[in-house]
C-alpha cells in the first residue's frame, strides 16, 4: 500500500528543507509521498513549494487559511487527503526524527497492529528534547492523567500523547474524529477500536524555530479530554460548577454587605447566566454554531431560559429556606443542581439546534433527516451523546 507522511506545520520554513530531504532517505524505494498540511503566517508553504521542485519524492502542500481544530485539524486533512493508506503523522520541528519512519513501517508490517507509536516512556525511548523540567513533568502527568482516564482504551499506550506515528487509514471512521489542539493519536485511541504498538523514540531538540506548546494550549487539552471522556455534558457541567461558584461567591459577598439575600441571589444569578453563555459559546457548543441560529439570537433564547428557570428556582429556594430553615447557600446550591438538567438539553436541543433544513447531529456531522418533533429531536440528541466516545 501506498505511504503518506503527513507533517502540520506553523511557521517552519527553516525546517522544510532538511525534513524533506531526510524523510526522503527513510523512505527510499517505497511508493511515497510527503503532504504538508500548512497554517502559517509565514512563507513556510511557498518554502515547501520550492523545496518540492527538487525532492527526491512527492512533496504536496495544503494551506488553511482558518486553523480549525488546531494542530490535530490539520491531520484530520491530511489523513482525508493522503493518496496511501499507511499515513505517517511527525511533526514539522524535526523533534521527530525521519529516520525511525523505517521502524515504524517493519513494526506495521508484522501484521499485529493498526497504529504503531513513536514512544518517549519505553525502553530505549528518551524525552530530553522536552527540555525543561516543568516541561518533563507536565507531559508525564498529563500522560498518567490521561490513561488513568482511558484504562482500557489505553492499556496498550505508554506515550498516547505523542505526535509521531503510523496509523492505517483504512480502519479509521475519518468523520467521527474530532480534533481539538495537539492530541490526535489521543483522539484516534479514544474514539476509534484499534490495535496500537509502540517503538521506542528519541525525542530531539527542535532544529529551528519555538515551541507551539503554552497555557492555551493546556486548557484546551483539558477540555478536549473531558469531551473525549464524558461528552458534551462534561464540559457543560464543569462550566456550570464554575457558574454555581461564582454565584454563591457573589451571594455571599452581597449577603455579608447586608443585602437580603433574595436581590443578592437574582444579582448573583444574572451576572453568572451571561459568564456562562460565554463560556458554553467557546467550550461547549462551538462545533455547533456554524449551522445553528445567529449569536444575538442564541443569547436570546439562553438569556431568557435561564431567567424563566431562575424564577422558577429562586422562590422554590425561599420556600426550602423558610420551610426546611436551611441556610440560603445550601438552598441555592441545591436548586442550581437540580437544574442542570434542564439548562442542557434546552441548550443543546433548542439554542444551538441546526437551522430549519439542515440535518446535522449534535457533533455536528451530517445526518439522516428525521422527525421534526420535540420527541425525535430529544431521541436523536440522547442517541448522539449514548454514542459518544468513553467507556460508558
Known amino acids: 500500500m501506498g505511504i503518506t507522511v503527513i507533517v502540520p506545520t506553523f511557521n517552519e520554513r527553516d525546517n522544510v528543507s532538511e525534513l524533506v530531504e531526510r ?5 527510499a524505494g517505497r511508493e511515497a509521498e510527503i503532504l504538508f498540511v500548512d497554517d502559517s503566517t509565514d512563507d513556510t508553504a511557498a518554502e515547501i513549494e520550492r523545496v518540492a521542485q527538487t525532492a527526491a519524492l512527492p512533496v504536496r502542500v495544503i494551506h488553511r487559511d482558518a486553523n480549525t481544530g488546531g494542530l490535530g485539524g490539520a491531520v484530520l486533512v491530511g489523513l482525508t487527503d493522503a493518496t496511501g493508506d499507511i499515513c505517517i503523522v511527525m511533526d514539522g520541528d524535526l523533534q521527530h526524527p525521519p529516520e525511525l519512519i523505517s521502524t515504524l513501517l517493519e513494526r506495521f508490517a508484522q501484521g499485529d497492529a493498526d497504529v504503531v507509536a513513536a514512544s518517549r516512556y519505553i525502553g530505549g525511548g528518551d524525552s530530553a528534547g522536552l527540555g525543561t523540567t516543568l516541561r518533563f513533568g507536565v507531559s508525564r502527568a498529563s500522560t498518567w492523567i490521561t490513561k488513568a482516564m482511558f484504562p482500557r482504551r489505553l492499556v496498550r499506550s505508554t506515550d498516547p500523547m505523542t505526535g509521531f506515528f503510523l496509523v492505517d487509514r483504512s480502519r479509521l471512521d475519518l468523520p467521527t474524529l474530532r480534533p481539538h489542539g495537539f492530541k490526535i493519536l489521543l483522539e484516534i485511541l479514544a474514539r476509534s477500536d484499534v490495535r496500537i504498538a509502540e517503538v521506542p523514540m528519541e525525542f530531539s531538540e527542535r532544529h ?21 471522556r464524558f461528552g458534551k455534558m462534561s464540559m457543560f457541567a464543569f462550566i456550570g460548577a464554575i457558574g454555581a461558584v461564582a454565584n454563591l461567591g457573589i451571594m455571599w459577598l452581597l449577603t455579608m454587605a447586608g443585602m437580603p439575600y433574595v436581590w443578592a441571589a437574582i444579582i448573583g444569578a444574572e451576572v453568572t447566566i451571561v459568564g456562562n453563555f460565554l463560556l458554553q459559546e467557546r467550550f461547549v457548543f462551538g462545533d455547533m454554531r456554524t449551522d ?23 422562590p422554590i429556594m ?39 433544513g439542515r440535518t446535522r447531529d449534535a457533533e455536528g456531522v451530517d445526518a439522516a433527516p428525521t422527525t421534526d418533533t420535540a420527541a425525535g429531536r430529544i431521541i436523536t440528541a440522547i442517541d448522539a451523546e449514548a454514542m459518544r466516545p468513553g467507556e460508558l
Open 23 to 27: 524523510t526522503a532517505r527513510a523512505l
Open 208 to 228: 529551528s524555530g519555538t515551541s507551539k506548546a503554552s497555557f492555551r494550549q493546556g486548557t484546551t487539552f483539558i477540555a478536549h479530554l473531558a469531551r473525549l
Open 292 to 314: 445553528a441560529r445567529g449569536v444575538w439570537a442564541r443569547f436570546a433564547a439562553s438569556f431568557t431560559f435561564n431567567n424563566v428557570e431562575a424564577a422558577l428556582r429562586i
Open 318 to 356: 425561599v420556600l426550602m429556606v423558610e420551610t426546611w430553615h436551611i441556610s440560603s447557600v445550601l438552598a441555592t446550591g441545591i436548586s442550581l443542581v437540580v437544574a442542570f438538567s434542564a439548562r442542557f438539553l434546552f441548550h443543546a436541543l433548542f439554542v444551538y439546534a441546526p437551522r430549519r
